[in-house]
């Protein structure tokens, strides 16, 4: 029962990133396309978790981990770009 | 009996988050205003990638995930909502303009009527 459910979440993770990918791309100002690029990270990173139960790869679990310490740094780098001007 | 019990306490909360997490591309997608927006991911966000954190450290066999599975969970808990504030705090100072028919409400004189509409014009020079 848990595997069918697992792969319902890898289906609907799925669809949600294509959602946030719409206000990614259409979004009006660069505030806009980061609040969707930090809802599709969070995505990425859960999708990543599900997958490893399905594929009996403990090893994602490391995966999903370094991706959570590493994903942000983008983000406060392209912040600090929008309010100093330079990096 | 105590297996049949863990599928469904599994299943419970993993589409509990899927449904957080699908509220919160509901908001993304039609809210009008950056810091709308913000307040529908960065909840629904924490919440429902608890949920489904909770499903796997029950999931998953062995000591060691388990601890690292909770270390994800006090790491996004931690970094997710201070994103959304440096995001509201630095779109805030570059002087973008909140959608219209945005108040902000003054309690200094409560019982007033002293609504302040957001002045659009002082934006723009």
Same mark, same amino acid.
């Given at each position: ?33 980061? $609040? &969707?690029?930090? +809802?599709?990270? !969070?995505?990425? /990173?859960?999708? %990543?978790? #599900?997958?490893?139960? @399905? ?7 490391? $995966? &999903?981990?370094? +991706?959570?310490? !590493?994903?942000? /740094?983008?983000? %406060?780098? #392209?912040?600090?770009? @929008? ?5 | ?125």
């Amino acid at each position: 029962m848990v595997e069918q459910v697992l792969t319902i979440m890898q289906f609907g993770l799925a669809a949600l990133i294509i959602l946030a990918m719409i206000r990614a791309f259409t979004g009006p100002t660069a505030a806009d396309r980061l $609040v &969707a690029i930090n +809802f599709i990270v !969070g995505q990425v /990173i859960l999708f %990543i978790l #599900v997958s490893s139960p @399905l594929h009996d790869l403990g090893l994602y679990i490391d $995966v &999903a981990l370094v +991706f959570v310490l !590493g994903a942000f /740094i983008a983000s %406060i780098g #392209v912040l600090k770009l @929008l309010e100093e001007g330079k990096l | 009996m105590v297996e049949l019990l863990r599928e469904i306490i599994i299943t419970a909360l993993l589409l509990g988050g899927l449904f957080f997490l699908a509220v919160g591309a509901l908001g993304l997608i039609r809210l009008p205003d950056v810091f709308t927006r913000m307040h529908a991911t960065g909840k629904c966000d924490t919440l429902g990638a608890g949920l489904i954190l909770a499903a796997m450290f029950l999931l998953v066999p062995g000591l060691t995930d388990k601890v690292k599975i909770a270390l994800m969970g006090f790491l996004i808990a931690t970094i997710n909502p201070v994103m959304a504030h440096l995001i509201a705090l630095v779109t805030y100072n570059r002087g973008q303009p909140p959608a219209k028919g945005t108040w902000t409400l003054d309690y200094y004189d409560y019982g007033k009527d002293n609504r302040n509409e957001y002045n659009f014009e002082e934006e723009d020079e």
